[in-house]
């Protein structure tokens, strides 16, 4: 098993940023991939970014140029840096480890960009 804790969300103004971090607990040493996904009211969840364990990075075409994944192996975690907030981006942010046996996935941020 592995076990999933986000944290970092908050409400911003357009154009701010925030980092949110995924700290990976449990099994960790069986995930291959862990990624962030979002999910607006109304919408369905879509993949934001992903970091395979070898470090190679993925981002949708709506975040890049403006986020970063990254992570820290001693730590366990995983960050997702956004820069120049939109309101759009105003979604429930997950965090996702795709290990060997399983999918898991965390409970979940709040990222609200308003003025």
């Known amino acids: 098993q592995v076990q999933l804790v986000e944290s970092g969300g908050g409400l911003v103004q357009p154009g701010g940023s925030l980092r949110l971090s995924c700290a990976a607990s449990?099994?960790?040493?069986?995930?291959?991939?862990m990624g962030w996904y979002r999910q607006a009211p109304g919408k369905q969840r879509e993949m934001v970014a992903g970091?395979?364990?070898?470090?190679?990075?993925s981002y949708a075409d709506s975040v890049k140029g403006r986020s970063t994944v990254s992570r820290d192996n001693a730590k366990n975690t995983v960050y997702l840096q956004m820069n120049n907030l939109k309101p759009e981006d105003t979604a429930v942010y997950y965090c996702?480890?795709?290990?060997?046996?399983?999918?898991?996935w965390g409970q979940g941020t709040q990222v609200t960009v308003s003025s």
């Open positions: 996702r480890a795709q290990a060997v046996f399983g999918t898991f």
């Open positions: 449990g099994s960790i040493f069986n995930i291959d991939h």
């Open positions: 970091i395979s364990s070898g470090g190679t990075t």
